[in-house]
């Protein structure tokens, strides 16, 4: 399985971006698909996950009510729609793909929100 981020850039606070995560290769039907990020010597931690029919979300405090993950299965494709960035929000953005017990990871996009 591969997993390709992308759509990540510097952007003002209040503005928005739109990350995508684009798998290919060995994927099954039921899976977790989900978006993490980790931020200059910080841990990584999750930002918001959903499963494989799109039926469950689940998203960390800080981006409840700014940010929307959803997924194209047609595709392969996850996205993650962010509103009302904040400087917080800075961070490379990773993708991962959940699936039989096996986890992978994206190579990151990263995040900038600065004025």
């Known amino acids: 399985v591969q997993l390709q981020a992308s759509g990540g850039g510097l952007v003002q606070p209040g503005g928005s971006l739109r990350l995508s995560c684009a798998a290919s290769?060995?994927?099954?039907?039921?899976?977790?698909m989900g978006w993490y990020r980790q931020a200059p010597g910080e841990q990584r931690e999750m930002v918001a996950t959903?499963?494989?029919?799109?039926?469950?979300?689940n998203y960390a405090d800080s981006v409840k009510g700014r940010f929307t993950i959803s997924r194209d299965n047609a595709k392969n494709t996850m996205y993650l729609q962010m509103n009302s960035l904040k400087p917080d929000d800075t961070a490379v953005y990773y993708c991962?793909?959940?699936?039989?017990?096996?986890?992978?990871w994206g190579q990151g996009t990263l995040v900038t929100v600065s004025s």
């Open positions: 290769g060995n994927i099954f039907s039921i899976n977790v």
């Open positions: 991962n793909l959940q699936q039989r017990g096996r986890s992978y």
């Open positions: 959903i499963t494989s029919g799109g039926a469950y979300t």
